[in-house]
């Protein structure tokens, strides 16, 4: 077997670790000014330490993504996540999905999907909620549905999500550089490049996302 190389993409982990350090760093500016136990107010406390939670929970995320990112052999062969956990996994990760939107999975076989397709549907998830601008997307729909060999995600389109299917299609750097969910899109790519995964998007109604896998246990 051949050794596995990676691209090292400088965008990437420059937005990598300006995500990373900002979460880092909220944590450690909320809870200087607590090492004076004396100046303690009960309410600041409170809204402080719902903030340093939130951002721990930002930084584990993006570790999480490196970690699955660096060791893709090692995930593939070793760890394997079925369509269930897939789902259970997701969900933990977006608790809070907007009101107006709903997230459907579809389990039509339960073989086993290698770890590394929960990130990526992850940051699909995400995409698809946000237009390029950051802002939400109200009455989304998404639909993901495991088959033997693939999974499909789907999300209504209402010409707001355009801008994923020019990103991932163009390799569109300033498209991305210019988004405010650039991290989100770069990581995407990466993974994609990364593992030889398929992507294949159709923007007509829906937008589409299907996610040849790589026959389990094997390199990639």
């Known amino acids: ?9 400088r965008n990437f982990f420059s937005s990598y670790f300006h995500e990373l350090f900002n979460s880092l ?11 004076d136990t004396d100046s303690i107010e009960e309410g600041d406390l409170i809204d ?12 584990l995320l993006q570790s999480q993504k490196f970690k699955i ?6 995930l593939l062969i070793v760890k394997n996540i079925s369509s269930l956990q897939l789902e259970k996994k997701v969900l933990m990760h977006f608790p809070l999905i907007p009101q107006n939107s709903s997230l459907n999975f579809c389990h039509k076989t339960e073989r086993s999907y290698p770890n590394l397709m929960m990130p990526i549907v992850q940051s ?18 998404i639909t993901c549905k495991t088959r033997p060999n693939s999974i499909e995600i789907t999300a209504t ?17 300033d498209g ?22 398929k992507l294949y998007v159709t923007n007509k109604r829906n937008v589409k996302f299907l996610f040849k896998l790589p026959e389990f ?3 990639v």
């Open 48 to 59: 402080d330490l719902a903030d340093i939670h939130d951002a721990f929970n930002t930084a």
């Open 217 to 219: 246990g094997g390199p």
């Open 1 to 9: 077997m051949g050794v596995k190389t990676l691209k090292i993409d």
């Open 69 to 74: 990112v660096n060791n893709p052999l090692n």
């Open 25 to 35: 760093n909220v944590i450690g500016g909320l809870s200087e000014p607590y090492v």
């Open 124 to 141: 699909i998830l995400y995409l698809c909620l946000h237009q390029n601008d950051g802002q939400l997307v109200t009455d989304q729909t």
């Open 176 to 197: 991305i550089q210019a988004s405010s969910i650039k991290f989100e899109l770069m990581f995407l790519i990466y993974c994609l490049s990364t593992y030889a995964i």
């Open 157 to 173: 389109n209402y010409g707001l999500i355009s801008y994923i299917k020019n990103a991932l299609d163009d390799q569109s750097l």
